[in-house]
């Protein structure tokens, strides 16, 4: 069975942001796929950055494209996708709520706005120009997500444990 058209396209665009190859794959672009809100009938024009939780993600992939993720994946989703797109700065963290608890089942996902920019031009004349130009802010913009997410961790200190120290 072939990948829908928007499938196959993610794939090359996460290539083309130079994600690892462990992330050029049907779940992963199913995942930025629903952080676009880009169901098949739309174009990359009608991207969006809705808010998307992992279940939510899911659903979409789903309900849109005709492929179902067991309940049990939300942790790989989480881990093996979403993960590194934050880590790449293409998809910020509760961005509504930035001091949300990690574990919270709340928890949501958004394009970066200038990741959003971009592939909003994905297939335009203009895309090879405006991805070199991104391509040189990603590290810049990746080491800010990075530096905000290190800012909000609450340092813990640790009381000697039965006469051990840490």
Not at 48 to 58: A, H, R
Not at 100 to 123: D, H, W
Not at 145 to 163: C, D, H, M, Q
């Amino acid at each position: 069975m072939s990948l829908h058209r928007n499938i196959t396209e993610a794939i090359v665009i996460l290539d083309a942001l130079e994600m690892p190859r462990a992330q050029q794959n049907e779940r992963s672009a199913l995942c930025l796929l629903a952080l676009l809100d880009l169901s098949p009938e739309k174009s990359w024009i009608q991207a969006e950055s809705p808010l998307k939780g992992i279940t939510p993600m899911m659903d979409f992939s789903r309900d849109h494209y005709g492929k179902a993720y067991a309940p049990n994946t939300r942790e790989t989703f989480r881990r093996q996708t979403m993960h590194q797109f934050v880590d790449a700065g293409i998809a910020l963290y509760n961005p509504d709520e930035p001091d949300r608890p990690v574990n919270s089942p709340k928890a949501v996902y958004q394009i970066e706005p200038e990741t959003l920019s971009l592939l909003k031009n994905f297939g335009s004349p203009s895309w090879d120009a405006q991805l070199v130009a991104y391509l040189a802010e990603q590290t810049t913009r990746s080491a800010k997500y990075a530096k905000e997410r290190k800012r909000r961790l609450l340092p813990v200190n640790l009381s000697p444990f039965y006469g051990f120290t840490w």
